[in-house]
């Protein structure tokens, strides 16, 4: 079945430690796409990016960190520079156009 | 990115019409609507989207006023399921496609 998969659902890490947050997806979409959503907060845009090998900014980009080195795979790295990452973190990707988002079930993040 | 202006938290009882609003006053000419809606715990599911023409599928229906300053998404006959926060975003000019979310609007349905 296509999709986006994240892993893990829940990820528990003590404070000052860097995490990182997996997103593949295998539905051959171009852009993929960050959010991060506080308790009873819509979403936040934290990286985005349309192509391989090229990324941008999102909203809130301090103290994070993405990559995209492969069409299929946007990894989000939390860094210990990220005052208070505790939060769900969201995965999407969308092929090119003005079209839907596809979200992935996210990774709720709970740093000690 | 155009702004959205939605209600916090609207009723309906189960199998009767939704009538979702949504302001966006500041959109661009080359701006999409987009509505988008959130189970708890859950990534967001894409409902439906415009430009300037009413649109329908098999979700909704997507009204979009002759101004475009403001737009409804229409739910025919709400159920227990459709129970959910409701995303309008524009999307910003461009390529970039991004969205934005701001809270929503909670939709209770009643049994």
């Known amino acids: 079945d296509g999709g986006i998969t994240q892993s893990p659902k829940y990820l528990f890490r003590k404070e000052g430690q860097n995490v990182t947050l997996s997103c593949e997806q295998n539905?051959?979409?171009?852009?993929m796409y960050w959010y991060r959503q506080d308790p009873g907060q819509g979403l936040r845009l934290i990286y985005y990016s349309q192509i391989v090998n090229d990324f941008q900014k999102g909203d809130i980009a301090e103290g994070y960190s993405v990559s995209r080195e492969k069409k299929e795979s946007f990894p989000l790295t939390v860094t210990s520079a990220q005052k208070n990452p505790t939060a769900f973190y969201l995965c999407?990707?969308?092929?090119?156009?003005?079209?839907?988002?596809?979200f992935g079930p996210g990774t709720r993040l709970t740093v000690l | 990115d155009a702004k959205t202006t939605q209600p916090n938290s609207m009723e309906s009882n189960e199998e009767e019409p939704v009538h979702l609003p949504c302001n966006h006053s500041t959109i661009s000419g080359t701006d999409y609507i987009h509505w988008y809606r959130q189970l708890p715990s859950q990534g967001p599911e894409y409902v439906i989207h415009?430009?300037?023409s009413n649109v329908n599928n098999r979700m909704a229906s997507l009204a979009i006023a002759e101004d475009r300053k403001s737009s409804t998404l229409i739910l025919h006959r709400a159920t227990l399921r459709d129970a959910a926060v409701y995303y309008c975003?524009?999307?910003?000019?461009?390529?970039?496609?991004?969205?934005?979310f701001g809270k929503g609007t909670l939709l209770t349905v009643n049994p």
């Open positions: 415009g430009l300037t």
């Open positions: 999407a990707s969308k092929p090119s156009g003005p079209n839907e988002q596809f």
């Open positions: 975003i524009g999307t910003s000019g461009g390529s970039n496609y991004k969205l934005t």
């Open positions: 539905l051959n979409h171009d852009a």
